[in-house]
């Protein structure tokens, strides 16, 4: 029904700025909230934010707090994370993810996932 595309991911040095895109396809429905997951290796993936489709209501993992801000462009189904002050620990497979209904934190809560793409932090 609906479909995830990443991209963006790269190789950056500690302090630097990117920006992820995540391109959506399908029905796409007004209460859907969409968010963003990292996982580096062998660590459980892990909530970054999300935001409301419809009202862009956000919601940030305190270790992304003032750093990472999540936005959206409803006309083109596209969502963003912008990543400022990049750290080495911020290293992990960044994956799109959406739900329909309210926030939720956890994997098995959302039934959307792209395929992910990797961020790179140099110290």
């Known amino acids: 029904q609906v479909q995830l595309v990443e991209s963006g991911g790269g190789l950056v040095q500690a302090g630097d700025s990117l920006r992820l895109s995540c391109a959506a396809s399908g029905r796409t429905f007004s209460d859907y909230f969409m968010a963003w997951f990292r996982q580096a290796p062998g660590k459980e993936r892990e909530f970054v934010g999300g935001?409301?489709?419809?009202?862009?209501?956000?919601r940030y993992a305190d270790s992304v707090k003032g750093r990472f801000t999540i936005s959206r462009d409803n006309a083109k189904n596209t969502l963003y994370l912008q990543m400022n002050s990049l750290k080495f620990e911020d290293t992990a497979v960044y994956y799109c993810?959406?739900?329909?209904?309210?926030?939720?934190?956890?994997?098995?809560?959302?039934?959307?996932w792209g395929q992910g793409t990797q961020v790179t932090v140099s110290s």
């Open positions: 993810a959406a739900r329909r209904g309210g926030i939720r934190t956890n994997n098995y809560e959302y039934q959307y």
């Open positions: 935001i409301n489709w419809t009202y862009g209501m956000t």
